[in-house]
Nanobody, 115 residues
Framework: VQLQASGGGLVQAGGSLRLTCSASGATFSIKGMGWYRQAPGKERELVATITTRGDTNYADSVEGRFTISRDIVKNTVFLQMNDLAPEDTAVYYC??????????WGQGTQVTVSS
């Protein structure tokens, strides 16, 4: 499975961005997908995940501001980010959990929020 992330950019605080992650290859093996982020000098952290059943999970820091969704037909996952804050600045990575016990990462996309 290959993951292609896009949609990052520069936005002012309070603004919105939508990230897109498109999966290709053996997409039948995907059990779940999600987004992680890594800010300079910090560890990579979970942002949001979504299972093939549509169950979602969010980090406390983004709950209520970010929404993860998916288009099953197009094997694509979206992350709608609203009310962005400077602390959301990071490289955002798409991630997929694969059957039976594997995972894969996409390339990062930079999100920069100016104050």
């Amino acid at each position: 499975v290959q993951l292609q992330a896009s949609g990052g950019g520069l936005v002012q605080a309070g603004g919105s961005l939508r990230l897109t992650c498109s999966a290709s290859g053996a997409t039948f093996s995907i059990k779940g997908m999600g987004w992680y982020r890594q800010a300079p000098g910090k560890e990579r952290e979970l942002v949001a995940t979504i299972t093939t059943r549509g169950d979602t999970n969010y980090a406390d820091s983004v709950e209520g501001r970010f929404t993860i969704s998916r288009d099953i037909v197009k094997n694509t996952v979206f992350l709608q980010m609203n009310d962005l804050a400077p602390e959301d600045t990071a490289v955002y990575y798409c991630h997929a959990i694969l059957w039976p016990d594997d995972d894969t990462w996409g390339q990062g996309t930079q999100v920069t929020v100016s104050s």
